[in-house]
Every structure is written in C-alpha cells, then in structure tokens.
C-alpha cells in the first residue's frame, strides 16, 4: 500500500489542529488561518531545506510528513524526512543538517516581522488573572520586538498575535533541532565537524545539560527532550561512506554562523505557565 495517502491525511489532519490552535489564540477565522499558513510554511522549509540538499547528493530521503497534535498549544509536532540511503561524505552531511535550520530561520525572521506589526502592547495589570501562558523570548524575538515597540513602560507587555507566535515556535523548533546531539541537525553539524570522535562531543553535551537539568531550574525542558531522542534515535551519529572527507574552511565558517543561529533561537525556559 502506497505512503501517500497516509502523508496526505497527516497534512490536512496538521491543517485542521494548527487552524483550530490560531482560531482559539485570537478568536476569529481569520486568526486560525493566518497561524496556520505561518508555522506550517516555516515547517515546511526547514523540511524541504533538507530534502533539496539531500536531492543535490543523490540521498533517497521521503518527502515532509507532517505530524498533528490537537492537545498541544502549537497544534503540532512538527514535520519530519526519513533518509533512507548512506550520506556519501561529512561534506554533504553538513549541508544536509544546516539547510533545514537555515531555510527555516530565513523564513520565521520575516514572519515574526509581519507578526510583530499584528501584536499590540498591553497593560499587564488589566489582564485576567486567569491561568496564562507565558513565553521565553530567543534573542531573535526579543530584538525584533523591540525594534518594533521600543522599550516597554513598567507593567507592559507584548500580546502576540498568532502570526508571531508562528515566528517564536519557528525559532523555538530552530534551537531544538540544532542541540548539538546525536541525530539532531546539530549532531549532523558536530559529527561533520570532529568525525567519529564526535562521540566523545556528545557524551560532554549530555553531561552538561543533565547536570543543569538536575540541580538547577534551567533547561529541564531540554534535557528530557535530549533524553527522549537519545532512547529513539540512538547516542552515536552514524559514520558517512567516505568518512575521511573533511570539512573545507566556508563550511567551518558557515557552522559558526550556525551557533550564533543556535544562541540566537534558544531560550532555557520556552514557555512560562502562571496560575491565576
């Protein structure tokens, strides 16, 4: 039985959950469709990045398969390609990683842009004291934000529109993919960098993000992620056939671009929950 149907209901199934997720945010139609034409096209292209490079290395990969999730606040987990044929080189194994994070960060820039002109600043002391979601702010999005509003007066606060919030779980999606371990696009990056020896980059990252997991409030989010691709996708990335390829210096630089990406998209505390 062919895949298609099974990828196509996923799509549309991620269609209705993200429109339902935008609608519920802002509370009009048109709210649901904006939200949902926003995160699913950065989905989209960060997919799609990875997909077109591994095309231009004759790499069999699977097309965007799209996952929906009702009871969520994004509406989704997102999408993923399967890469179902050996990376020939770390050269290509690197082009292949930093494409998605790349192509979906060209896109959530300009979003938060246009989500950001949609938000208004509120006064926090007027709201509900009703249970609420608060969200950490990646520099990007704090930068954006305040060359749009300015500094903030005491006791204000930026709504955001769904359109913006698109662009936040953009970068949020972002930062989560370029954690530096295992088969994450930041794996790919490490193991294209340090080669087999990347195990042992792995194996301090792991370390350090259980310990702050452990003994202190930050990143717990994160490190439980970690902790859940290791269990599915295994610690070790994988060697390329030609494993002996080394990284030329503009990818060298391009992967220094790609942390300074990382740093600007991270946030160890993405989402705040205050109880009324």
Not at 30 to 38: F, K, M, R, T
Not at 102 to 114: D, E, H, R, W
Not at 237 to 266: E, G, N, Q
Request: net charge positive; proline share 7%.
């Amino acid at each position: 039985m062919s895949k298609y149907p099974i990828r196509i209901i996923l799509f549309w199934l991620t269609v209705v959950c993200t429109f339902v997720t935008g609608y519920q945010m802002g509370g009009k139609p048109i709210d649901g469709a904006l939200y949902c034409v926003s995160i699913m096209s950065i989905l989209l292209a960060h997919e799609m990045g990875h997909y077109l490079m591994c095309r231009r290395y004759g790499v069999q990969a699977t097309l965007p398969i799209f996952i929906p999730m009702p009871l969520n606040i994004f509406g989704t987990m997102g999408a993923v390609i399967r890469i179902k044929s050996p990376i020939p080189h770390r050269r290509a194994l690197f082009d292949i990683g930093v494409a998605g994070p790349l192509a979906g960060i060209a896109l959530a820039i300009p979003v938060a842009v246009i989500g950001m002109r949609w938000s208004t600043v509120i006064d926090t002391a007027t709201v509900s004291s009703a249970a609420s979601i608060q969200l950490g702010e990646p520099l990007f999005f704090r930068l954006l934000a305040y060359l749009h509003f300015g500094s903030l007066p005491p006791g204000h606060d930026v709504f955001i529109h769904p359109v913006a919030f698109a662009a936040w779980t953009g970068f949020f999606v972002t930062a989560l993919n370029l954690l530096p371990v295992g088969q994450l696009d930041g794996g790919h990056v490490i193991y294209a960098l340090f080669g087999r020896q990347s195990r042992y980059v792995f194996a301090g990252i792991l370390g350090l993000l259980v310990t702050l997991s452990v003994t202190t409030v930050v990143l717990p989010s994160y490190g439980i992620i970690i902790l859940l691709f290791i269990l599915i996708f295994g610690f070790e990335h994988p060697p390329t056939i030609y494993d002996f390829v080394p990284l030329d210096a503009k990818r060298k630089l391009l992967a220094l671009a790609v942390v300074i990406i990382f740093i600007a998209c991270f946030t160890p505390y993405p989402l705040h929950v205050t109880m009324g």
